[in-house]
């Protein structure tokens, strides 16, 4: 059985693309996004917090913090979680010295502007540019986790890991790094794209998702609207049945018409709902 404590959308999927970005924070028109997430029967945003947004983003002062706690109150659309592709520009791999201690204190920094929001969750990404390569950059990112936990202990937030691991190295990964607050980030369309399979991922580290990104793309391709690429979506669901799975799951599928993001958005959500029912 599936009852998540939210179906929600990635930021800026709700209004056009800018500048021609697929994921990016939306630095015009962020607020409007609470009323029509609202508008198409979802029930959190889960932020983006960015290099492109750096300076407009409102989870940067405590006003702004204040004002996406108000649209969040207003329209009952939540934040439950941070997706920080800063650290995509910015990675934990590859870096050392005063590089890796600056990104250290802005996810300390990040952290407790979250803690102010209410977020739960900060999704870390290692993928594309920022993946786990090698053995000396999974020693990196153990060592950025275990200096960054004490910052997400005093906040209360977990910290979600979205690789691009095989199931087995994946699992070696969370060995180095068993605490409690240190999660998964399942995301359907990377899987797909990969060729890796839910039933073996679900079986290596299942225990640990603690999020899930819903998309599709077709095997070492893009991203394609849901059901027409190679994510098993049957199978993905059909894990998170068996887990009793109860946490959020966020729509992060491909971009349809721009100026249509709302219809889209009710098409989707309509979509995943039909998995989880």
């Keep these: 059985m599936i009852l998540p404590r939210s179906l929600g959308i990635m930021q800026g999927r709700l209004v056009p693309p800018a500048d021609g970005r697929i994921q990016s924070f939306p630095r015009e028109r962020w607020e409007q996004e609470f009323p029509l997430a609202a508008a198409a029967g979802l029930g959190a945003i889960e932020w983006i917090y960015d290099t492109y947004g750096l300076n407009a983003n409102p989870l940067e002062t405590d006003r702004g913090v204040e004002r996406i706690a108000s649209l969040a109150s207003e329209h009952r659309v939540a934040v ?8 995509m520009d910015f990675a934990f791999v590859r870096a050392a010295g005063a590089a890796r201690s600056e990104r250290l204190a802005r996810l300390a920094w990040l952290l407790g502007q979250a803690k102010r929001l209410g977020v739960t969750r900060v999704v870390l990404p290692f ?3 920022s993946a786990i390569r090698d053995a000396a950059d999974r020693e990196a990112v153990v060592d950025a986790l275990d200096r960054a936990l004490p910052d997400a ?21 969370l060995a180095s790094v068993p605490h409690p607050l240190v999660k998964v980030n399942y995301d359907s369309g990377n899987s797909s794209s990969l060729g890796y399979k839910p039933a073996e991922e679900f079986a290596a580290y299942g225990d640990r998702v603690g999020s899930v990104h819903v998309k599709d793309r077709v095997r070492n391709g893009g991203t394609v609207p849901l059901g027409q690429g190679d994510a098993d979506l049957d199978a993905m669901f059909a ?27 009710r098409h989707n959500r309509a979509f995943v709902e039909r998995y989880i029912q």
């Design 153 to 173: 202990e005093a906040a209360g937030i977990e910290l979600h890991l979205e690789t691009s691991l095989t199931p087995d190295d994946f699992v070696t990964l």
């Design 127 to 129: 993928v594309d540019q």
């Design 239 to 265: 894990c998170l049945h068996r887990l009793n799975y109860a946490r959020d799951i966020v729509l992060q599928v491909a971009r349809g018409t721009a100026g249509d993001e709302l219809q889209w958005a």
């Design 80 to 87: 439950h979680s941070v997706c920080a592709d800063y650290f």
